[in-house]
């Protein structure tokens, strides 16, 4: 098949863009003919080991290019730039989030083809276009429910919108219309596998051969809720249980939460037990989850949750939150320890079990491991997702051939 995928922006490392470009990669290595439009793509700072091989297309930003907000406007110019900036026809098109879709949609009008939308996050126009209503927020909440109008009118033209996990499909089908399906991503086996430098990151932050290291890895934003993670550490700490914390990622997109999440620190008396380390290099991720004795997701209303399975690739045993979609598809305390969302006693418990039950915690390093490098991986999504689009594509020649039998008479 020639798939083109559709993306925004490709400016950052974060998991939606590694998602993006990995399964591109997949589709590429199954044979499928696979070209990456976005409006805006930061080859040296999005990833550029493993998209050197992929065939990558910046079209250029839309109209008022330095215009960012509102970004709903942003993001129409952009996918507008787009839809008319691409000329050739592909069988299918695979926008990944909000608002590719809207390119892939107005091509497919253009230019033919099928739109299969890898959704991920659920856009929240109407969720606050119906917050609490007051004076001042009249005028802001009608323009979201306009956004959200012209949005679901846009949703409606697509073929099939795939999501992650079944909450987030459900939350979808809530306000959306139009056919859905859930696939799962995974991590790629080749690269997250045992065997990573620990002892290089452990000494780079003067850990101790016998200290508790608990990770977190991605990019700063409220929803991940950190401060239950330092919450659960002042705790344990309280109790005489010593934990290091690693805080690892980029502060770009949320500057102001990750300065609060070191002024908790400081203010619960944690601040050498959590470390923040930055953004870490793409080639260097897998040493730091194998660097950890545990990792930990405390995030909330998250549609999945690609670290964890990056983790349990590597070995690592996973505390994780109900609150992240992912935990549809784990077990507690068999290849995970799960834990209710926005609770850091709980979360501390969970910890202090771990410490002090080693055997507990090898055999759900072993069992998670054995998960995602057998059923959670790329080649697995790679092969869903091409299953996926090949149904497409005959239903939509099924409907043009019964379309022509009907203009020709034909039974």
């Not at 099928?114 to 119906?130: E, G, I, L, T």
């Not at 452990?202 to 330092?230: N, Q």
């Not at 399975?309 to 690592?316: D, F, H, P, Q, S």
Request: glycine content about 6%; charged content about 25%.
């Amino acid at each position: 098949m020639d798939i083109g995928v559709i993306i925004h922006e490709l400016l950052v490392e974060g998991g939606g863009e590694r998602q993006c470009v990995a399964l591109a990669a997949a589709l590429a290595n199954q044979g499928h003919k696979v070209t990456l439009f976005t409006s805006a793509y930061d080859r040296h700072r999005c990833f550029p080991e493993m998209c050197k091989n992929l065939t990558i297309i910046e079209v250029g930003r839309g109209r008022f290019a330095s215009l960012r907000k509102p970004f709903f406007i942003r993001g129409y110019l952009d996918m507008m730039r787009l839809a008319t900036a691409v000329k050739e026809r592909h069988d299918i098109w695979n926008p990944h989030h909000w608002p590719a879709q809207w390119g892939g949609v107005w091509l497919k009008k253009r230019l033919g083809g099928a739109v299969v939308w890898m959704c991920n996050d659920v856009p929240d126009f109407h969720q606050k276009s119906r917050k609490i209503k007051t004076l001042r927020s009249t005028l802001p909440r009608s323009v979201r429910r306009l956004y959200y109008i012209y949005d679901r009118m846009q949703n409606r033209k697509i073929d099939l919108t795939l999501f992650l996990s079944k909450w987030a499909e459900r939350e979808f089908k809530t306000i959306y219309p139009g056919q859905t399906r859930v696939v799962r991503s995974g991590a790629d086996p080749h690269r997250f596998a045992p065997g990573g430098d620990r002892s290089k990151i452990r000494a780079r932050f003067t850990y101790k051969h016998e200290d508790f290291v608990l990770l977190w890895l991605g990019i700063f934003m409220p929803h991940r809720r950190l401060e239950d993670a330092i919450h659960a550490v002042s705790q344990l700490k309280s109790k005489g249980v010593y934990i290091r914390l690693l805080l690892a990622g980029s502060d770009c997109s949320h500057p102001e939460y990750f300065n609060s999440m070191k002024a908790l620190a400081t203010k619960l008396g944690v601040e050498e037990e959590v470390t923040f380390a930055g953004k870490v290099a793409d080639e260097e991720i897998r040493d730091f989850y194998c660097a950890c004795d545990a990792f930990v997701f405390p995030n909330d209303q998250q549609t999945w949750g690609l670290a964890v399975l990056e983790a349990m690739a590597c070995g690592c045993p996973v505390l994780v939150s109900k609150g992240a979609a992912v935990q549809e598809v784990l077990t507690d305390n068999e290849n995970a320890l799960l834990f209710p969302p926005c609770t850091p006693e709980a979360l501390a418990d969970k910890i202090e079990s771990l410490i002090a039950q080693p055997r507990l915690r090898q055999q759900i390093a072993l069992k998670g491991m054995e998960l995602a490098r057998t059923t959670y991986n790329w080649e697995r999504f790679a092969e869903q997702i091409s299953n996926v689009c090949q149904d497409v594509v005959e239903r939509e020649r099924s409907q043009v051939g019964n379309r022509y039998r009907h203009l020709a008479g034909m039974p």
